[in-house]
């Protein structure tokens, strides 16, 4: 866990990357988290974005800086999934995996999910549903095909 990590935990608040396991609490209630943090975090594009005519529509500073948490919870908020692992390390649900990417400032997000839940065959959709949300959101997302033809998205923040 990083320090960045460590912050996030004592706030109250963990963005779900899909990389970790399963939220804590109930859906209810990560709903409301969800939705308090990422009123909080339109709240600081207004602030810092002063000198744009859509304020909401241009990642801040703090996204820039923070791209897997801002694009984690940009989806999240949307009412996408994130993916989770169990205990085992192994899939246990099916929904977007945001990680770092090769390039500085760049993210990865992929769509993944546990063995033989089709995940291949949805990704190509959902993956576009995760871009629509994310370009309204101020941010570039550009679809990449990887090794075994496997879909995935990479995201920065606009220009």
Known sequence: MTAEGD???T????????????PAGGARDREAAVRSAFEGLL????????GTATP???????????????????????GIPPSAVGTDGGRVTTGYCVRVA????VVRVDWLGPPGS?????APD???????VL??????ALEYRGPRGRRYLEVEPAP
């Open 56 to 78: 909401d529509a241009v990642p801040a500073e703090w996204e820039r800086r923070r791209p897997v948490r801002a694009v984690a919870l940009a989806l999240e908020a949307a």
């Open 118 to 122: 089709g995940v291949a065959y949805a």
């Open 7 to 9: 912050a996030d935990r």
């Open 126 to 132: 959902e993956l576009r549903k995760c871009a629509a």
């Open 102 to 105: 090769d390039q500085a400032g």
């Open 135 to 140: 370009r309204r959101l101020g941010w570039e």
């Open 11 to 22: 706030a109250g608040f963990e963005v779900a990357t899909g990389a970790g396991g399963v």
């Open 43 to 50: 709240q600081i594009r207004r602030l810092m974005n002063t």
